[in-house]
């Protein structure tokens, strides 16, 4: 299969138009916390239950959590822009002004999310300039509130609220 010829600045506003919801993807190692955000998150089976987002080739904070045996996946909320930024962020503290939950396993999840997945690395596949990182999926949690937690989207580069 040969690759369709594109201007890479046009394929990046064409994709911008897909959205897509937000997670975050932590751990805790006992010495620091490490997070990033992800916003290509998609569920992927119910037997074995198995969830896959994608992640860049050149990403410097994605090898540091691999290495880790337990990780927690949380869906950010609608009132999460900030941490999603933070998150993000290529430098800095991320976690400045997130509350955060740390397992005993190590997975360490955003607190007000509406979902907490508590995962391990199953395989990755390389996939052009990104891997697909394929995890299995060891325990879940629905937050229920009193009133409905609606997700973050990222849509045409910035991150958007769902309309009611």
């Known amino acids: 299969m040969t690759a369709p010829k594109s201007d890479g600045a046009v394929l990046r506003r064409v994709f911008a138009n897909v959205p897509a919801g937000v997670i975050a993807i932590c751990a805790d190692t006992g010495t620091e916390r490490i997070g990033m955000a992800a916003s290509t998150f998609v569920p992927v089976s119910l037997d074995p239950p198995l969830?896959?987002?994608c992640v860049q080739n050149t990403s410097?904070?994605?090898?540091?959590l691999a290495a880790r045996d337990r990780l927690g996946i949380s869906v950010l909320s609608s009132t999460q822009d900030t941490a999603?930024?933070?998150?993000?962020?290529?430098?800095?503290?991320?976690?400045?002004?997130?509350?955060?939950?740390?397992?005993?396993?190590?997975?360490?999840?955003v607190r007000g999310c509406p979902v907490w997945l508590d995962v391990s690395?199953?395989?990755?596949?390389?996939?052009?300039?990104?891997?697909?990182?394929?995890?299995?999926?060891?325990?879940?949690?629905?937050?229920?509130?009193?009133?409905?937690v609606d997700p973050i989207v990222f849509h045409r580069s910035e991150f958007r609220r769902l309309a009611s």
């Open 121 to 148: 690395v199953d395989r990755q596949v390389p996939a052009g300039d990104h891997a697909i990182v394929v995890m299995a999926v060891h325990d879940h949690f629905v937050h229920d509130t009193d009133t409905d």
């Open 84 to 109: 999603a930024r933070a998150l993000a962020a290529k430098s800095g503290d991320r976690f400045s002004g997130i509350d955060t939950e740390t397992h005993e396993d190590g997975a360490l999840f």
């Open 60 to 64: 410097t904070t994605w090898p540091r």
């Open 51 to 53: 969830v896959a987002f």
